[in-house]
C-alpha cells in the first residue's frame, strides 16, 4: 500500500531535525520526505496538521507473558497494547515459564508474533539453563532463533564465576549480556526503598547499595571481558554515577531507565498502595532526580516501560504480598514527554530515548525517518492529554500507579512496515 503523511510535523531524532514535510511510504519503506517521488499515487492519505510523525517507539523491556502466564496477558493483548501505545518493536525479557533458553521456543515467539501483525518482537535470550545460574545456555543457537542478546531477566545470578564465563562466552561472540543490577542477597524480602517511609511502615526494605554492589561486580567484569553489557532498569543516584564513571573510562556500555522511576518515588507508595510495588522498589526524591538528570545528559541511553502486566488477584493484597510491576506499553510516550517537558529537553532529543538508540542497542536499522528507512511510525498529538483508565488501556493488565492521571501525547496512528496497525 502507498500512503502519503501530509502537514505533519516530522522529527527524525538520528539527524535531530524537526520540519513540516510530507512522508511519501511505499512497500513497507519511507519512499520519500519533501517531495514526493515521480508517479507517486497514494492509496490513502493521512492529514497529519498538528500531529508529530516519528518513528516508531522502541521498548526494551516488555513482558508479553507467553508462554505460560496467560492468565496475566497474552501476545496478542499486549501487542494490541503496544500498537495502541506507539511501540512498533519491543524486546521481551526470558523469564517466561518455560524460560526462552531453547531455539524452538524463540522460534515459537517469533513465528506467532509474525502472524499477529503488529508490533516487531526481539526476544532476549535465557544466559543460563532454565535462568538456574549455573550452565550457559547455546547462545550462537539461540541467536540463530532470533535472539538479539542474553539476560537472565529478573532471575538472580548469584555466582560471580558463571557471570564471568557467560561474559567471555558472549564476547567471543560479540554477542551482547543485558543484566539488571541487583545483588541478591542484599534485596532478599525487601519490599520498598530503604528509607524514612519504609521504616516508619515497617516494610522489608532493599538498600540502594543492592544496585551499587551488584553494578561494582558487572563493571569489574565487564572491563575484564571487553563484552557489551546493557544495564537494565537503573534506580539509584550511586548507580548512575557509576555509570557516568565507567563511560568517561571508557566501557562498552549502555543503561536504561524505568518510565516510572523517573516520574514517582517512594513517597507515591502513601499507605500501602500496592500499585506502587515494583522491582527495583520506588526510590527517594535524590534518586528521581539523578535519574532525570542522567538521562537527560545521555548518562542514561534509553528510557523503557518495564511493562509488567499483573492481575487483579495479584495486586488486591497487602503491599507486601503484591506481585511488583504494572502495565506500561501504553504509557511510554506519555511518561517520556512528561519528563521532556518538565526537564526542557527538546522533542527530537527526548524521542532518541524511545526511538533511534534503543535501536543501536537492538543491532536493528529502525527508529529513524527518511528515504530508505523501514515505514515504523508513530503519529502522535503532542498537545492533547488523555486520562489513564482501566477501560483506555488495551493491555490485559490494567494496574498501574498512573490510574487516573491526565498524561500528554495521545497516538493518533502507528504505521508497522507501512502498514496502519492502529488508528485513534
Not at 149 to 164: C, K, N, R, T
Not at 265 to 272: A, E, K, P, V
Not at 373 to 401: H, I, M
Request: charged content about 20%; hydrophobic content about 45%; overall charge negative.
Amino acid at each position: 500500500m502507498r500512503i502519503a503523511i501530509l502537514h505533519g510535523r516530522v522529527i527524525d531524532p538520528v539527524m535531530r531535525t524537526d520540519r513540516v514535510a510530507p512522508v511519501y511510504l511505499d512497500d513497507g519503506l519511507v519512499a520519500a520526505v519533501g517531495a514526493a517521488p515521480a508517479g507517486f499515487h497514494a492509496d490513502r492519505t493521512i492529514e497529519a496538521s498538528g500531529l508529530v510523525v516519528a518513528p516508531g517507539l522502541i521498548d526494551l523491556n516488555a513482558r508479553l507473558r507467553e508462554p505460560g502466564q496467560e492468565h496475566k496477558a497474552t501476545l496478542d493483548s499486549e501487542l494490541r497494547a503496544a500498537v495502541a501505545g506507539g511501540v512498533t518493536r519491543l524486546a521481551c525479557p526470558p523469564d517466561t515459564d518455560p524460560p526462552l533458553d531453547e531455539p524452538g521456543l524463540v522460534e515459537m515467539l517469533t513465528r506467532r508474533a509474525r502472524h499477529a501483525s503488529r508490533a516487531h518482537v526481539h526476544p532476549v535470550g535465557a544466559l543460563t539453563a532454565g535462568l538456574a545460574g549455573a550452565a550457559l545456555t547455546e547462545m550462537g543457537e539461540l541467536a540463530d532463533a532470533g535472539c538479539v542478546a542474553y539476560s537472565q531477566g529478573d532471575a538472580p545470578l548469584p555466582d560471580a564465576l558463571v557471570m564471568l564465563r557467560a561474559m567471555q562466552y558472549a564476547a567471543t561472540f560479540r554477542h551482547r549480556v543485558w543484566l539488571r543490577p541487583q545483588e541478591a542477597s542484599l534485596a532478599r524480602g525487601g519490599v520498598a526503598h530503604e528509607g524514612e517511609l519504609s521504616t516508619r511502615l515497617g516494610l522489608p526494605a532493599v538498600p540502594s547499595c543492592a544496585e551499587t554492589v551488584a553494578l561494582a561486580t558487572i563493571l569489574a567484569l565487564a572491563r575484564e571481558t571487553g563484552v557489551h553489557v546493557h544495564l537494565q532498569r537503573l534506580s539509584t543516584a550511586e548507580g548512575v554515577a557509576m555509570v557516568r564513571d565507567a563511560k568517561r573510562a571508557g566501557l562498552a556500555l549502555t543503561a536504561e531507565v524505568a518510565a516510572h522511576h523517573l516520574h514517582l518515588c517512594d513517597m507515591d507508595i502513601g499507605w500501602f498502595d500496592a500499585q506502587a510495588r515494583f522491582d527495583p522498589p520506588l526510590r527517594g526524591t535524590r534518586d528521581r532526580a539523578a535519574l532525570r538528570a542522567g538521562l537527560a545528559d545521555g548518562t542514561i541511553d534509553v528510557v523503557s516501560s518495564d511493562h509488567a502486566p499483573v492481575d487483579d488477584d495479584a495486586k488486591q493484597v497487602p503491599f507486601g504480598e503484591a506481585e511488583p510491576g504494572a502495565t506500561g506499553l501504553e504509557l511510554l510516550l506519555s511518561l517520556t514527554l512528561k519528563w521532556a517537558e518538565e526537564e526542557h529537553v527538546a522533542l527530537p532529543e527526548a524521542l532518541a530515548r524511545v526511538t533511534c538508540a534503543p535501536a543501536a542497542i537492538l543491532g536493528v536499522a529502525a527508529g529513524r525517518i527518511a528515504a530508505g528507512a523501514v515505514a515504523d511510525l508513530c503519529v502522535f498529538d503532542p498537545t492533547a492529554y488523555w486520562r489513564v483508565e482501566r477501560k483506555a488501556l488495551a493491555s490485559q493488565g490494567k494496574n498501574t500507579p498512573f490510574l487516573g492521571h491526565e498524561l500528554p501525547g495521545v497516538v493518533r496512528f502507528t504505521l508497522v512496515d507501512g502498514a496502519i496497525v492502529h488508528e485513534a
